[in-house]
């Protein structure tokens, strides 16, 4: 157990709405990476937060947006959905690390919410 | 990020050792090597991350080849439930640290078989 948490497991909401999805970070950790996961593929990054503002962005649109609150918990928001917005959504937990001059941060991974949209 | 190769598909008997293969040729001297493993609909896991020595932990072993091309992820005594996809994910934190993602491949299914 990784000790992220996300909230809902489940969702299902139509074209056109929009969805928030959260995550809690494992203890000690102050970084949060979102990833959407299509069906039969490898997770992409959509974006990561830090000290509450967006560190680094993947290819993603501008209806994706994201938060990050003082607690280090994280929400990711989803406007004007689109049918192929249907995904497992994962958010990942980690603190820098810096080891012999290189820095490190493993990612951990929550269990993700799985959205659909019809 | 230096780009990845791994087969698509593995089979191993259970109680035997599951030899993960991963290829990086283009890795470059400040790149770690990561491993996750996915278990279907479930979060990736991370399992083991190592820059050019070689890595043990409870999970698994990681062995980098000298010229740091390669790397073999080791199971050393697979079960049911280490059939999953592994992926192998090369990534590097530059000195400014502003690469953050973990770009994902398509991975490796292995199949352990009772």
């Known amino acids: 157990d990784a000790g992220v948490t996300q909230s809902p497991t489940h969702l299902i909401k139509t074209r056109g709405q929009q969805v928030t999805l959260r995550c809690s970070p494992k203890?000690?950790?102050?970084?949060v990476s979102w990833y959407q996961q299509a069906l039969g593929q490898g997770p992409q990054f959509i974006f990561q937060y830090y000290e509450e503002e967006e560190r680094q962005r993947g290819n993603f649109p501008d209806r994706f947006s994201g938060h990050q609150f003082p607690n280090y918990s994280s929400e990711l928001n989803v406007n004007a959905l689109l049918l192929g917005d249907s995904a497992l959504y994962l958010c990942?937990?980690?603190?820098?690390?810096?080891?012999?001059?290189?820095?490190?941060?493993?990612?951990?991974f929550g269990p993700g919410t799985r959205l659909l949209v019809l | 990020d230096a780009k990845t190769t791994q087969p698509p598909s593995m089979d191993c008997a259970e109680g035997r050792a599951a030899n993960l293969p991963c290829n990086h040729s283009?890795?470059?001297?400040?790149?770690?090597v990561y491993w996750y493993r996915q278990i279907h609909s479930q979060g990736p896991q991370y399992i083991i991350h190592g820059l050019k020595n070689n890595e043990t932990n409870e999970m698994a072993s990681l062995i980098i080849t000298e010229d740091r091309k390669s790397s073999t992820l080791i199971l050393p005594h697979a079960t049911l439930r280490d059939t999953a996809v592994y992926y192998c994910?090369?990534?590097?934190?530059?000195?400014?640290?502003?690469?953050?993602?973990?770009?994902f491949g398509k991975g490796t299914l292995l199949t352990v078989n009772p």
């Open positions: 990942a937990s980690s603190s820098l690390l810096r080891t012999s001059g290189l820095n490190q941060e493993t990612q951990y």
């Open positions: 283009t890795i470059s001297g400040n790149e770690y």
């Open positions: 203890s000690g950790h102050d970084t």
């Open positions: 994910i090369v990534r590097a934190l530059n000195s400014g640290g502003s690469n953050y993602k973990l770009t």
